[in-house]
């Protein structure tokens, strides 16, 4: 019988979730009982958006919109499956792609946020998609973009993984494109990334292929995103207000810019 933090963790996270909304750990904006590791990834955009989201429910640009249609089709073809589903899988060490929640505390302060792409190989994550469309150019990666990815392989550390392979990959692709072009995208970023790794270029870089463009580094914690990340709970725990975006360039094209106090 193998006895892992991780699954330990897995086990009880339903119960700490529903404990969590129940009876909230800290108090926070809006009386949330968590916060969202893509709401912490999209403050880097716009925090003062993020909480009118929160305030008045998500209203998108035209563009976005469709973004968000294409990622809903990517992701299709991955269903979550149940919690012990997703252990016995891992502990068998087949290789797999999973989709699933995840759980910590950064200094007392509950985050939770969805895995769409983890691959799992020998028992660990070994790769950790964050697909994104865009209708900019696909070899330029945003903070917010980095830091959802190192805050999703953080979860998986604290959680009790091990992450010792993990490689953290942030894979753009052109809005535009056909949705069947997008079909096998994860298992042909995996091919690729395994290549790389293999003849040892894998620590960090980027990596354009047939229809996407692959950024990717090997985990290794937080890093310097740490103090960032402390900064923008100061938001959540309403330690400060929210801030507006400073490149006024970003409110032009805002669905909340009529009502933005920014
Ligand atoms: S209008 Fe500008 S400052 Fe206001 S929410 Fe939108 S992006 Fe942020």
Redesign the pocket.
């Known amino acids: 019988m193998v006895h892992e933090k991780w699954i330990e963790t897995l086990r009880t996270q339903n119960r700490r979730l529903k404990d969590l909304k129940k009876s909230p750990k800290v108090v926070l904006v809006h009386d949330l009982p968590w916060v969202r590791i893509r709401d912490i990834s999209d403050q880097f955009y716009?925090e003062?958006?993020v909480d009118?989201e929160l305030k008045f429910g998500k209203k998108y640009a035209p563009e976005t919109k469709k973004g968000s249609e294409i990622h809903k089709k990517v992701d299709s073809s991955l269903r979550r499956v149940n919690l012990k589903r997703l252990i016995e899988d891992i502990v068998s060490g087949k290789s797999f792609f999973a989709k699933f929640t995840v759980d910590f505390e950064f200094e007392e302060v509950p985050i939770v946020g969805v895995l769409d792409q983890t691959f799992f190989r020998e028992g660990k994550p070994f790769y950790l998609l964050e697909v994104k469309s865009t209708n900019h150019k696909l070899d330029r990666i945003y903070e917010g973009e980095k830091a959802q990815a190192m805050l999703y392989g953080f979860a998986l550390e604290k959680m009790g993984f091990d992450c010792s392979k993990l490689c953290l990959a942030v894979v753009k692709v052109k809005r535009d494109l056909d949705v069947e072009k997008y079909s096998n995208l994860a298992v042909r970023v995996v091919q690729k990334m395994d290549l790389i790794r293999d003849l040892g270029k894998g620590k960090v870089g980027n990596k354009e292929l047939k229809n996407e463009f692959v950024h990717f580094w090997e985990y290794n914690g937080l890093e310097e995103l740490e103090g960032e990340i402390r900064e923008k709970l100061n938001y959540w725990t309403k330690k400060r207000s929210p801030k507006?975006?400073q490149n006024t360039n970003?409110?032009k094209r805002?669905a909340?810019?009529d009502f933005?106090r920014?």
């Open positions: 716009c003062l958006k009118l507006p975006a970003k409110c805002c909340y810019k933005c920014g």
